[in-house]
């Protein structure tokens, strides 16, 4: 059976809009990032993610350093990044930045890891695009090894091997809960299991339902290999508002801002507001009313037989004051109303 459900919310720290319209700083953006999950951890929320990017339109390119100042503001919500670019990383860096967010936060940091959707990171740190599957694949092989021994005997193609090789700060109990991201790749559903690590799921356009196989090729790739189940988690965004149609006023404008600045770089046609309505009403847009917003996530959950679901609230310049009320409406009513749903706890008064 899967574990009980677990609801968060995710953010890129994408660079919002002041209450003039001007994009703020990112250091403000930061600072911003810390109240969202204060916020959250406020209403019960069970996760609050941010992602790693290293662009002018994202402010966090260090996830674990807001983390670690997040956790000494919080007191029960889980803390990790969305995602952790592994392969332009150390390891045993990473290893050791979120074992110290372990630590201030007292056992309740994570770690998702992917190889990412963007690539800004690889020139940057001096790493070749052209060994992008090899770096992504070395580098677990060795933070799996961090998380599960104190003393690591490791050898690699890439780096220098070690040999009973302490890491610090260990970590104070247990094992650090890491996920792997994926986002359409069965060769990574299957790295997945074989490394015996959660599989969280990125599903950023069209229906949640086409993942059941993804789910089903987990679930069986645990089997062959004679291991415990383990959870399945979906990223998706969306945006909560009091109705579907004020979700929809507030939400679009930034969000055709976020995908047409992407979308130019990639080759993509500007958006539609006939293609935004499609990604509501059928695809992995989580967008409406508490209640529709609700439904649609209970969905997913039963579909694909869900531990954990994510959504990512940020879009572009989509200002602070939004985001605020809709991880309010998210906590106080989404997260009940889908725990109903799913049949693991009656709704909140």
Same mark, same amino acid.
């Given at each position: ?110 770690? %998702? ?10 020139? #940057? ?77 990125? %599903? %950023? ?22 291991? $415990? ?32 600045? %992407? ?23 989580? #967008? ?5 917003? $609700? ?10 037989? #869900? ?9 572009? *310049? ?26 693991? $706890? *009656?709704? #909140?008064?």
């Amino acid at each position: 059976m899967p574990a009980p459900l677990q609801l968060g919310l995710d953010t890129f720290g994408d660079v919002t809009a002041g209450p003039d319209g001007v994009l703020l700083p990112h250091a403000q953006v930061i600072r911003d990032l810390v109240e969202q999950a204060v916020l959250a951890d406020g209403l019960g929320i069970d996760f609050f993610g941010i992602g790693e990017h290293h662009r002018d339109d994202f402010a966090v390119s260090s996830p674990e350093t807001v983390l670690a100042g997040i956790a000494t503001r919080t007191s029960r919500i889980r803390l990790g990044s969305a995602v952790t670019v592994l392969s332009s990383d150390d390891p045993i860096r990473v290893f050791q930045r979120f074992s110290t967010v372990d630590a201030l936060s007292s056992g309740r940091a994570e770690v %998702i890891l992917g190889r990412g959707s963007f690539t800004e990171s690889f020139p #940057l740190f001096g790493f070749d695009l052209r060994q992008y599957e090899t770096l992504f694949e070395e580098k677990l092989d060795l933070f799996v090894e961090l998380i599960r021994k104190k003393r690591v005997t490791w050898k690699g193609r890439l780096r220098p091997p070690l040999e009973d090789q302490p890491v610090f700060p260990p970590l104070e109990a247990g094992e650090l809960t890491t996920w792997i991201g994926v986002g359409g790749s069965p060769e990574s559903v299957v790295r997945a299991a074989r490394y015996d690590l959660p599989l969280m799921l990125a %599903i %950023i356009g069209g229906p949640a339902q086409r993942f059941a196989p993804y789910a089903q090729l987990y679930r069986d790739a645990m089997g062959r290999l004679g291991q $415990a189940e383990r959870p399945i988690g979906v990223h998706s965004p969306g945006y909560v508002a009091a109705s579907d149609a004020l979700a929809a006023e507030e939400f679009f404008p930034a969000y055709k801002a976020m995908r047409d600045r %992407i979308g130019a770089e990639r080759g993509w046609g500007p958006m539609t507001r006939e293609e935004f309505e499609r990604e509501v009403a059928g695809g992995s847009l989580y #967008l409406g009313s508490p209640q529709t917003v $609700a439904r649609k996530i209970a969905a997913t959950v039963k579909t694909l037989g #869900l531990s954990r679901f994510q959504l990512k609230i940020s879009a572009g *310049p989509l200002p602070q004051d939004r985001l605020l009320r809709c991880i309010a409406l998210y906590g106080r009513e989404v997260v009940p109303m889908v725990r109903e749903l799913v049949g693991e $706890a *009656p709704a #909140l008064a």
